[in-house]
């Protein structure tokens, strides 16, 4: 099958590679070529622009940064759906909202198109290894067509309802995470501050009602003094103000997360905007080492 990629980012590279793997022709575009250049040389067509993809591409998949990013990519003059071809499924990937994932999906049916909204979660340990697990808003026939190409870079696949659904869920993803990022980071920072062997922390915590996803995995990096590798943490603030946003309009409050929020914007604001979530440790312990001069 004919399939078309945009965004070759940090977890998109990763993606499509699993789908190149597997044998399917890939066709790719990405703002920075040089990023796409892997799978050029694997094999992979590359592509001028999103339009391109979309003419040449049956199924569509991108993951790139921000909704703006993403109603260019479908709705922009040179645009996945600006073009005339065989692409029959548009499945976006980004953590976006459920109005532009909505909006997208009206303008895919006037072109006969049918459109997904399939935000992931498992960073790009998961997209490295295949492990990723996506939640899907959309078409539901365009869903089981298009399931077998995300079962290349997934462990699971779950369909949650009509278009803005998958980003619905994703927001849940996000808000769990929000509390795990903060919780982990404050651990790793206390014991740091009692001169515990930090590995030996993360075994023993990351085994027990204490672990996640974030002690295991990104807490080993803070370790090793690693804050580029992982998600960036301006994604993560868009992310969590999508939840915000999406909260208020239905009268919820989360208190908890808007604080994170706020931490977060601070990290951003610090200079850390790209860099990877975990660097919220670099600004607590800034934060206790002032503390501790006063």
């Known amino acids: 099958m004919n399939i078309g990629w945009i965004g070759t980012g940090v977890m998109g590279a990763a993606m ?4 190149q793997k597997a044998g399917h022709e890939l066709f790719v575009y990405n703002r920075t070529k ?5 799978l050029v040389k694997g094999g992979a067509h590359w592509c001028e622009s999103p339009a391109e993809v979309g ?19 479908y709705l ?7 073009a005339r071809g065989q692409c029959k499924i548009i499945v976006d990937m980004t953590t976006s909202t459920p109005t532009l994932a909505k909006k997208i999906a009206r303008a895919a049916e006037e072109k006969g198109v049918k459109s997904l909204d399939a935000p992931v979660t498992g960073g790009d340990i998961g997209a490295r290894k295949g492990t990723l697990a996506v939640m899907v808003g959309g078409d539901k026939e365009a869903y089981e067509k298009a399931l077998p190409i995300m079962e290349l870079f997934s462990s699971k696949v779950t369909y949650f309802g009509g278009p803005g659904a998958g980003q619905h869920a994703k927001a849940c993803n996000q808000i769990s995470v929000a509390g795990t990022m903060i919780g982990m980071v404050e651990a790793m920072l206390y014991a740091y501050k009692q001169g515990l062997d930090p590995e030996a922390v993360i075994d023993v915590v990351g085994s027990g009602a204490g672990g996640s996803w974030s002690m295991n995995n990104l807490a080993p990096r803070i370790v090793k003094g690693d804050y580029k590798s992982g998600f960036f943490v301006e994604h993560f ?4 103000g999508i939840a915000l946003q999406e909260a208020n309009a239905v009268g919820l409050s989360l208190p908890g997360l ?3 929020h706020q931490l977060y914007v601070a990290v951003k ?11 919220l440790f670099i600004a607590l312990k800034s934060l ?6 006063k």
């Open 288 to 293: 206790s080492e002032k503390e501790d001069t």
């Open 34 to 38: 040089e990023k796409a250049e892997a």
């Open 55 to 73: 003419k040449n591409a049956d199924v569509v998949f991108s993951i790139v940064g921000f909704p703006t990013d993403v109603e260019g990519v």
């Open 258 to 260: 808007s604080l994170i």
């Open 76 to 82: 922009g003059t040179s645009g996945v759906l600006s």
């Open 269 to 279: 604001a610090q200079g850390h905007g790209r860099s990877a979530t975990q660097s």
């Open 237 to 240: 603030v868009k992310d969590m």
């Open 16 to 19: 499509a590679a699993h789908v």
